[in-house]
Structures are given as C-alpha cells and as structure tokens.
C-alpha cells in the first residue's frame, strides 16, 4: 500500500462555485513529515484547496484521501487536522490557555489533561507567561503564537496554515519562518503552508506546489522550482529573471540554439515539444549571468551598460544588448572587486554559466 | 513660532469642548424633561393623599405604600396582614413577561442568525420584512390576535377541519393568549440587537472551533453564544422590560384573571374611579424592581468578567 505513506493523496480534485471553477483537475500526493507549499497569487486556488483539506469547502469531483482514509466527505470536526487561520480566529471570550486547551479537551481528554497539554504547548512557543490573558491582550506576534500552539495541542496528523505570517512585519515574518521550520522538524507533524510570497515558500519548504488560474504548474523542490521552472508563469513568478522571447535555429546534441533580436544567438538546453523554427520564451536568471569588458568565448552578447542600482547585498546592472532586448545582470556586492562594476556608457560582453538559459513552455 | 503650535491645538480643543457642551445640551434637556422629572413627579405623587375623583390632596401620606402590601380589613381597622392581591399580580406579570421573552429568544435568535448570515445585499430586505406587521397599530394587531384566537375564529376552525381538535381550544383569556400577544408585540425588539451582534459575529470562529473537534452545537454553545451574548441580553430588555408593563395585550387577550401590573396602574389613572398616588406607589415599586434586578445583573457580569481577567 504505497499510497498510504502519503500524508495527503489530492485526486482529480475540482472546485466550482456555480459557473466559476476555482480549483480545475488538480491531483497532488504530500509526503508524511513534510513541510509542503501552496504557492501562488491570490486567486490561484491555494486556499480552496487547503479549505477543502480541512472540510470547510465541499470538493465539487475527485476525492482527498489522508494516510489512505479517504476524507472528503466528514465534516471538519472529524478530520484530524487542525488549521492555523489567516487572522488566527482565537476565541476573544477565553484566555489563552483554554484557546489552545479547546481542541484537546473537544478531543475528549478532561479539562484539567487539557490545559496541562495546554501548558506544555505555550512553554514550546514560547508564551508561558501569558496563559491568563485574552487575545486582544496580545500582540500580532504572540497571537500568531497562540494560533499556532492551539493547532498543535490536539497533536493533528496534518497541520494546515493559511498565510499565517502576512500580518506580521518582516522582521517579525523572517524569524516566524525559522521558527515554523524548526517546529515541524521538532513535533514531525506534516505541514502544509499556504503563501502566496515566493521568498517565504522557497525559505521554508521542502516542496512547494506553484499554483496559477486553479490549476497546479510546477511541483517541486525549491531548487528545482527556482532552477528549472517549466513553464513562464512559474519562470516569472519565482524570483527575478529575465524573461526572453527567442526563435529556435537549430537543435543539436540537446541543446538547443535559439536567437534574439538583433541576432544574438544563445545556447540552452533542450525541451520536449519545442521545435526549430518556434518561438518561446527562455528564463535567465540575473545572478546566472556575468558582464566582462572582453568577449569569455563565441557565445558572449555584446551591449552597453545603461544602469546600475545598488540594493545593499547585490548590484544589479541593466545591460541593453545591440539592438536587442534589455538584460537584468546581478552581482553580488561582494564580488564587485574581482568581476568589476562597469559604468554607465560602456561597452560590455554578457556571458552566462552553462545551462543558465532555460526554455520554457507557455 | 515653535511655541505657537501647541498653543493653537489646546484652542482647537477648547473649541470641541465649548461645542459639546452645547450640541448635547437638546440631549440633556429631552432626558431630563420626558424621562428624570416625571419619574421624581411619579415619586412624590406616590407620597400624596388620594382625592376621590382623581388627582391627589398635597399631603403627605404613605397610605399608597401601606394599600399595596397590607391589608387593615374592609374598615381598616383590623391589625394588618400582608395583602397578596397586588404582590400575586406582580408575581403573574412577571411571569407572563419572563415567559414572553423566553418564546422571543426561542423565535429571535434563530431569525436574526438566519438574516444575518444570508448574502450582505439582501439582509435589509429581510430586516425590512420583519417590521412590516409593525407599521400597523398595536391596539389593532392585539384586537386582530383575539379575533384569531377565538373559539370560533379562524386558527380553530383550521384546526377543526384538519382534524387535529374535535371542539375549540380556548385560547382567549388564558395566560397563553397573554404571552402570545407580548411575544408578538415585542419580538423586533429581540431580533434587530441580536441581528447586529450576529452580523459583527466573525465565521471564521465558528470554523475554528469545528476545526478543533467541537460538534455543530457546542460550537453554538461556547463560541456562537458567548460572542453574541450582549445583542441576546439587549434583546432580553428590551422585551421583558416594556412586557412587564404593558397593559393592553392582557387587558384584550387574558381578561379579568390575568390581570397584570400594567393594567393595575392603568385602572388607577381612569375616569373617577382611580386612586393616583397608589397608581404611582405601584409604578415606583415596580420601577425599583426593575432597577434592581439590572444592577444585580450588570454587578454579576463585571464580576464575571474581572474573574476572567
């Protein structure tokens, strides 16, 4: 029974409300003890499907199987999943320890096994001291605390966070992420996240599902996510790129040599379905290219350097190649001595690391 | 002008107070006109002697009090003994009012949870709907209710023909008739505060608590309920307070054995045969009961809430 290893198993599963498909076809299998990701813009259906997950909406077609029980059809107060709320839904009549005692006690352990549950679960975030007080005593950040501990106290198989960290303030935000990472690693509990912030999902992952229009374009590893995108949504909306529009001359041994405008000819590798003569896209990522004074080698694009703009750890220089597009070039500040900044004016060759170039289906 | 500034923000200030003071001034005179000098009026007519056809003789005498809950025998000479005719109708009027607010509660809260979760367009209309029947006067919706009522009225005569009764129930001039025609008066005063707390009601609470194991009606009991407890208390007032008074509802629907209290003081204020200063002893206590019940009650609830605290 393979699939029983799966913490979640999402299958075929669709979404509508009235004529409005919000989540089409999406099947999707969650590790147990993973930290997986529904990334994507609002909209895209990451929350519907982590709604769906927690019994709130019904699943229209397809079936949501949880370690091999299949799931869909109970009532949210009897899947074993527990849900950390975009706006922590504490209950603002209870204090804080009976918040987080409520799931354990529903789950039918006495009221005082319940709060000595309780007790254990604020000392592991951290809140201890603020056991009496009510919610709106607290700040956004212990609140988030209180949400996250009282979703834990009935130990879930499965624990759901729906964009728990977008009302906190970065600094606040960076230190949550850290903090959420090591919690899972701590209580082995598969999570899933919901965000639709690319940087948080490639941080704390160890999958992420990139979502789009309801439907799931990439499932992957962050790397895998960030290095080979598939296709151009997923291209442009992890991290920066260049995003170029190129023509297909010709393909050999893999790869495949496509051209720009203005001529410029480019080396990437090769994908299935896309054949000489078509014109695609190819992602570029900004820190995979290098600029020199001096043609590297045959494939260098020759341009100018129209801008650079500091942005602390990293120098980003805008390249316009001859007649051709604009390139985004990223250096990072420390190497600045060795690879050199160009001014604004000169003539330079954009180089770029083997296999950096990366054609995308639309 | 670094001095300037705060100075011209204490005058803008000084401004606001000025006008307060005025702009509550229509508030102040309103209150003190219709509401704290016809109760002290009310107070110091209970201590007057009464004058037969009406009206009071200015002289002090606390025969109203002394009528209301003792009894002196039929020449008021023989050693007193509690008089229960006036605490038993007391007792009745607040058992009718506490009945009818219970049956608004029953009816209210489920109306005002219905209208508050449809869609946000269309919650006026269903408010608008419920206010309807209200637009007519009270005296002719509680004279339409006995119409309906009666033995040989529609409502038994629908009954008859269903076959559910053989001969009429009657209705009329019965405590039911009373809590039905109260219930009916007041119950937009239960639904609308209930509807607002409803409508401020956050779901995701609700969700949170199935969430977390909780069964559809515990998360009624100790999510819902808890939230919405001041709209279902407003609501509580705000009927049980105007029933305990009302005087027509058991005057045309319960007849001379469910006399209640508003009745009582009406008959005081009437025609030649009324006795004004125990018509105001009976509405100072009853006012004084009424008072106490809501500090007690306000007492409880702060103390509740510091406990929690």
């Known amino acids: 029974m393979a699939r029983q290893d799966n913490a979640i198993d999402v299958r075929n599963a669709v979404k509508r409300y009235g004529s409005f498909t919000a989540l089409k076809e999406v099947s999707l299998s969650i590790k147990d003890n993973e930290f997986f990701t529904l990334l994507g813009p609002s909209g895209c259906g990451k929350t519907t499907l982590l709604r769906m997950i927690a019994g709130f909406e019904d699943v229209s077609h397809g079936s949501i199987h949880l370690y091999g029980q299949e799931i869909e059809n109970l009532p949210p107060n009897q899947r074993p999943v527990n849900t950390v709320f975009q706006s922590y839904a504490l209950f603002p009549h209870l204090n804080v320890l009976d918040n987080v005692a409520f799931g354990v006690e529903m789950k039918g352990a006495s009221q005082s096994e319940a709060r000595s549950k309780a007790r254990q679960m604020l000392e592991l975030v951290q809140l201890s001291d603020f056991s009496a007080r009510k919610p709106s005593q607290l700040s956004g950040g212990q609140q988030q605390r209180v949400a996250l501990a009282r979703a834990l106290a009935p130990q879930p198989k499965v624990l759901l966070l729906d964009e728990p960290l977008s009302a906190l303030d970065l600094k606040l935000r960076k230190a949550m992420q850290l903090e959420l990472k090591h919690l899972q690693r701590e209580t082995g509990i598969t999570f899933i996240f919901v965000t639709h912030d690319q940087e948080e999902a490639l941080t704390m992952s160890d999958r992420i599902a990139v979502m789009s229009a309801g439907e799931l374009q990439q499932l992957g590893t962050p790397r895998e996510i960030y290095e080979s995108p598939r296709n151009v949504f997923v291209a442009d909306f992890i991290g920066e790129t260049n995003l170029l529009t190129v023509v297909v001359k010709e393909i050999r041994d893999g790869n495949a040599i496509c051209q720009l405008d203005g001529g410029h000819e480019l080396h990437c590798n090769e994908v299935a379905g896309i054949g000489v003569g078509s014109s695609v896209h190819l992602s570029l990522r900004p820190e995979r290219v290098f600029i020199s004074d001096k043609p590297r080698e045959s494939k260098s694009l020759q341009g100018k350097v129209s801008e650079n703009i500091f942005i602390g750890t990293d120098i980003t220089t805008i390249v316009n190649l001859t007649d051709g597009p604009t390139f985004t070039v990223r250096t990072s500040n420390s190497d600045r001595g060795s690879k050199g900044i160009f001014e604004p004016g000169s003539d330079v060759y954009v180089n770029m690391e083997p296999g950096a170039a990366r054609l995308l289906i639309d | ?309």
């Open chain 2, 1 to 309: 002008m670094a001095a300037g500034a705060p100075g011209g923000g204490s005058t803008v200030a000084n401004t606001y107070e000025k006008a307060r003071t005025w702009l509550l001034l229509p508030s102040w005179l309103v209150l003190l006109g219709l509401s704290l000098i016809p109760v002290i009026m009310m107070l110091v007519y209970s201590f007057l002697t009464k004058e037969f056809r009406g009206g009071v003789i200015w002289e002090f005498s606390l025969a109203a009090y002394d009528q209301f809950f003792f009894d002196r025998g039929l020449f008021g000479d023989e050693p007193p003994s509690i008089e229960w005719t006036y605490i038993t109708i007391f007792w009745r009027s607040f058992w009718q009012a506490g009945t009818a607010t219970l049956l608004s509660l029953a009816i209210g809260f489920p109306t005002a949870y219905f209208i508050a979760t449809r869609p946000a367009g269309s919650r006026a209309i269903w408010v608008f709907l419920i206010t309807i029947p209200y637009w007519v006067n009270l005296l002719i919706r509680t004279v339409s209710m006995k119409f309906l009522l009666r033995d040989q009225g529609p409502l038994n005569q629908v009954l008859m023909s269903l076959g559910l009764i053989d001969s009429p129930l009657h209705m009329v001039n019965t405590n039911f008739a009373v809590q039905l025609g109260l219930f009916y008066s007041y119950l937009p005063f239960m639904v609308l505060p209930i509807y607002a707390a409803v409508e401020r009601y956050d779901f995701s609470l609700s969700e949170a608590a199935a969430d977390l194991y909780a069964s559809r009606w515990v998360t009624l009991r100790r999510v819902l309920l808890p939230a919405v407890k001041p709209g279902i208390i407003a609501g509580c007032i705000l009927v049980f307070v105007p029933s305990l008074g009302s005087f027509l509802a058991p005057d045309l629907l319960g007849g001379a054995k469910n006399y209640m209290i508003g009745s009582l003081i009406e008959e005081q204020f009437k025609g030649n045969a009324g006795n004004w200063p125990f018509g105001a002893a009976a509405s100072m206590i009853l006012l004084t009961i009424v008072l106490i019940i809501l500090l007690l009650f306000a007492r409880q609830q702060t103390r509740h809430e510091r406990k929690e605290a």
